[in-house]
């Protein structure tokens, strides 16, 4: 995996390094906190746990939305219309940007509901959209969140793969994500996409943006541990899973479940930052794999 293909760029000094805290100690403390009773909810309110970083910053709520719309429309040759987005978390608070840039029906999948329930965050997304130049829905008429999903033509649907059976076959045009698919059990990532090749209209496109990288420190101090171990409840609970696929595996899943995938961009360090006892041997590891930080997939019906 040649690090000069089109679309590679170098990783940016200090990527996703995150508190400027010991790996170690911060390891430590999420392993710690995971394990009190505590639901992941709270965790969430008091900030430890968020899913969603982006969704105060009035720049992430119209320029990536717009992007994935360019991005589709370029590759199908038209406007793409109904869109599914995988866990979105606070970000389906987009819901009335979409429906402006001609999305619909809109589908948003996630395993919890951490959308706001709040009216305000759906109303500044749509000022947004005005802003922009777009025209969204008009939600003055709306109560509940559920109402501004309706007027958006938005549906949320909790839960996990099988929730895709509520999406009729092959009528998706665009399948999306952010720093999703990387969290997904390691066992379920190939059924997904199984299930996401079923709804993928014939001349459809997934775009995902896929993190590979450790999310505690940037690098990928993470590959030094045993399945057992990184597969089991403890880093659940804390909050630390990701699938420790690379790139070239999730490129095989998706052409095994009937896509043609193909990294369009990748960030690439020149050295492989691995740990010093390097990648546990059980996990088989393709070498190439440890230089690609993070990229953007493009994956088509074949």
Not at 36 to 60: K, M, N, T, Y
Not at 132 to 160: F, H, K, M, N, Y
Request: net charge neutral; aromatic share 6%; glycine share 8%.
């Amino acid at each position: 995996m040649p690090s000069d293909e089109p679309g590679d760029g170098p990783v940016p000094p200090g990527y996703a390094a995150g508190a400027p805290v010991p790996w170690w100690l911060k390891f430590a403390v999420k392993l710690a906190l995971g394990a009190l009773p505590v639901p992941p909810r709270i965790w969430r309110e008091l900030g430890l746990r968020r899913h969603s970083f982006f969704a105060d910053d009035e720049a992430a709520l119209v320029a990536p939305l717009q992007a994935w719309a360019a991005q589709a429309a370029a590759v199908l040759g038209r406007p793409a219309r109904s869109l599914l987005e995988l866990g979105p978390a606070a970000m389906v608070l987009r819901a009335p940007v979409a429906a402006a840039l001609g999305f619909a029906p809109i589908w948003y999948l996630d395993v919890e509901d951490d959308a706001p329930r709040s009216l305000e965050p759906y109303r500044r997304a749509a000022a947004a959209a005005r802003a922009a130049g777009l025209s969204p829905p008009d939600l003055s008429g709306c109560a509940t969140r559920e109402e501004v999903l309706r007027a958006c033509g938005a549906r949320l649907l909790i839960g996990g793969t099988e929730r895709l059976a509520d999406i009729p076959a092959a009528s998706v045009d665009l399948v999306a994500s952010s720093a999703v698919l990387e969290h997904v059990r390691r066992d379920e990532v190939g059924p997904l996409l199984v299930a996401l090749r079923e709804v993928t209209a014939p001349d459809g496109v997934g775009l995902h943006g896929i993190d590979l990288h450790d999310h505690l420190g940037g690098r990928l101090r993470h590959l030094g541990f045993s399945p057992g171990f990184w597969e089991g409840t403890a880093v659940a609970r804390a909050g630390l899973y990701c699938n420790r696929l690379g790139l070239s595996e999730f490129l095989d899943l998706m052409r095994s479940a009937g896509f043609r995938s193909r990294a369009i961009t990748r960030l690439v360090w020149p050295a492989a930052p691995l740990p010093r006892s390097g990648t546990h041997p059980q996990l088989h590891r393709r070498a190439a794999d440890n230089r690609i930080c993070a990229a953007t997939v493009e994956c088509r019906p074949a």
